[in-house]
């Protein structure tokens, strides 16, 4: 079944980057010149997908105007001639569909997901996380979509990790190896920690569900803090049905904590058609 819908779970308080999330939403930070939603947004275009729910929560009004029409910054900019930009802002409202679903409380990450039940309306969907940014050259959405439509399963973006990363992510335990990229799943544990994980291999936050995703959350009982999460239900889902990882091939920047987020503005500047060069000097007269 094609994938043609994505959700984006953006209702959270991005605690791991206050101040600067105290009055603006964490997917609104700006990495170079796009705040970090827009490189959520277009990964998903670039798996052919247009049909989008952004979760979000109060106080983030900011991301549906981010999205919207400007008409007075577009007459403002015509005025002024500044054709580049004027197409730049234009694009931005016709990047995709979107629709902007409130979740009152915030209950979890399988709980926001569960929020895009009638969006979904018995289709497949992807889900993403906002916080960070995948440098592929083929859309990391698309790696897990192309697999999706083979196995007709559960697929999630897997990457490997270290000790310190077995407590940040879901860890999963392997069935099969299906090729190099591959894997079928045995288990998952979310955040177990270096002593009780199955293996170096973190679920990101990329994940491609089939429809069965939502019975799969509702049937899935909160964790010891109250919140339900994804990584529980899918093990829930791997009762009924195979579930599958793939190593997806790329960068990728977890810009919503602030080390990961200058790691990511570096490396992405230093790529940059216009800044790459300015940057390294930069840098090397900095080191100096
Ligand atoms: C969530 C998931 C976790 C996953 C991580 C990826 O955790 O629950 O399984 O590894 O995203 O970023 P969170 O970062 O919301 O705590």
Redesign the pocket.
């Known amino acids: 079944m094609k994938v043609r819908k994505a959700i984006i779970p953006a209702a959270?308080f991005g605690t791991r980057f206050l101040p600067a999330t105290k009055a603006q939403p964490k997917e609104m930070i700006v990495v170079i010149d796009k705040p970090l939603i827009q490189y959520t947004v277009e990964e998903i275009v670039g798996a052919g997908i247009r049909r989008i729910a952004v979760i979000t929560s109060r106080g983030k009004t900011a991301l549906e105007d981010h999205f919207d029409r400007s008409p007075e910054l577009e007459s403002f900019l015509e005025e002024k001639g500044k054709i580049e930009l004027l197409e730049e802002v234009r694009t931005i409202a016709g990047l995709a569909e979107l629709s902007f679903i409130r979740q009152p409380d915030m209950l979890g990450?399988g709980h926001a997901i569960l929020m895009g039940e009638s969006f979904a309306a018995g289709e497949p969907v992807a889900a993403l996380?906002p916080?960070?940014i995948y440098d592929c050259a083929v859309s990391c959405t698309r790696q897990l979509t192309d697999a999706f439509e083979e196995f007709g399963a559960t697929v999630v973006a897997l990457g490997r990790v270290d000790e310190e990363g077995t407590r940040?992510?879901?860890i999963i335990k392997v069935k099969k190896k299906i090729s190099e990229r591959v894997f079928e799943l045995a288990d998952m544990e979310?955040?177990p920690g270096p002593e009780k994980a199955f293996s170096d291999l973190?679920?990101?936050?990329r994940y491609v569900f089939p429809p069965e995703i939502f019975a799969a959350i509702k049937a899935t009982p909160p964790d010891s803090r109250g919140e339900i999460?994804?990584?529980d239900a899918i093990r829930v889902l791997l009762d009924r049905q195979p579930v599958y990882g793939v190593l997806f091939e790329g960068k990728r920047y977890?810009c919503?904590h602030k080390l990961g987020f200058l790691e990511g503005t570096i490396s992405l500047a230093l790529k940059h058609p216009e800044f790459g060069e300015p940057i390294r000097k930069i840098i090397r007269s900095l080191l100096r």
């Open positions: 959270g990450l996380t916080d960070d940040k992510y879901g979310e955040k973190a679920i990101l936050g999460q994804i990584t977890d919503g």
